[in-house]
C-alpha cells in the first residue's frame, strides 16, 4: 500500500517566521500535488510538480520535488495569518491513472 | 465557470434516515471523485467516475453508499440507514481526463447524524 508521510502534523508559528513541511514516501509518484485546506472548505491546488528536482514559487512559498520522485517540500518564508490552513499533498500512482494518494496534512496556524 | 457546487453544505440527520448530496463538476470535466474526510485527516476516497461510468468504488464503502452520473454531467451520492459513523465533510471533485491542472474540490457537504 502507498503511503505519504507528512511532517510535522501541527505546526504553530509567529508571524514572520520561516517554515518547511515535508511529504515522503517510499514509492515513486510521476507526479504531486499539494493542496491548502481552510476550516469548512474543500482542498484548493495550490501547485504541481512533474520532474524529479522541479523547483516551483508560489510568492513565498516555494515547493520541491525530491530528484527520485519521492518525495516533496513546501517552505513558506515569512509566514502571516493568512498562511494558516491545512497543507495536503497527494500523490499521481505512475501504475494507476484512477486516484489520489493523499497525506494525512500538516495544520498549521501562523500567529500574529 | 463558478467550479465545483456542492450542495446542501450542511445536513443533519437523524440515525436510519437516508440522505443524498447533489455534486455539479466543471462542465469541461469528466472525470469526478467523492471523498470523505474526517477532522485531522486528509481526504479518503470513496469513488470516481469517469463520464457516466463509475470505474471504482473504495472497499471502504458499504452497500448503504451509492453513486450516481447519470448523463455525465452532475453526480449524487447517497447514504441509506444513516449511521453515527458516516458522519464526515463528504468532497466532489472533478478533473480533466489528464489531470494536468489537478483536482478542482468543491466546498464539501458537512453531515451529522444524530
Known amino acids: 500500500t502507498q503511503l505519504l508521510e507528512q511532517s510535522p502534523q501541527f505546526l504553530s508559528i509567529q508571524e514572520g517566521e520561516n517554515l518547511t513541511v515535508y511529504c515522503n514516501s517510499s514509492s515513486v509518484f510521476s507526479s504531486l500535488q499539494w493542496y491548502r485546506q481552510e476550516p469548512g472548505e474543500g482542498p484548493v491546488l495550490l501547485v504541481t510538480?512533474?520532474?524529479g528536482g522541479e523547483v516551483k514559487k508560489l510568492k513565498r512559498l516555494t515547493f520541491q520535488f525530491g530528484d527520485a520522485r519521492k518525495d516533496s517540500s513546501l517552505h513558506i518564508t515569512a509566514a502571516q495569518p493568512g498562511d494558516t490552513g491545512l497543507y495536503l499533498c497527494?500523490?499521481?500512482?505512475?501504475?494507476?491513472?484512477?486516484?489520489?494518494?493523499w497525506g494525512l496534512g500538516t495544520s498549521l496556524a501562523v500567529n500574529p | 465557470d463558478t467550479g465545483v457546487s456542492q450542495n446542501p453544505r450542511h445536513k443533519i440527520t437523524k440515525r436510519g434516515q437516508n440522505v443524498t448530496f447533489r455534486c455539479d463538476p466543471i462542465?469541461?470535466?469528466?472525470?469526478l471523485y467523492w471523498y470523505r474526510q474526517t477532522l485531522g485527516q486528509g481526504p479518503e476516497f470513496l469513488t470516481y467516475?469517469?463520464?457516466?461510468?463509475?470505474?471504482?468504488k473504495s472497499r471502504l464503502l458499504s452497500d448503504r453508499f451509492s453513486a450516481e452520473r447519470p448523463k455525465g454531467s452532475f453526480s449524487t451520492l447517497e447514504i441509506q440507514r444513516t449511521e453515527q459513523g458516516d458522519s464526515a465533510m463528504y468532497l466532489c471533485?472533478?478533473?480533466?481526463?489528464?489531470?494536468?491542472?489537478?483536482?478542482?474540490f468543491g466546498s464539501g457537504t458537512r453531515l451529522t447524524v444524530v
Open positions: 462542465s469541461e470535466h469528466n472525470r
Open positions: 467516475f469517469q463520464n457516466e461510468a463509475q470505474l471504482e
Open positions: 471533485a472533478s478533473s480533466r481526463w489528464d489531470r494536468a491542472n489537478g483536482y478542482t
Open positions: 497527494a500523490g499521481n500512482n505512475a501504475g494507476n491513472n484512477r486516484k489520489l494518494i
Open positions: 510538480v512533474v520532474t
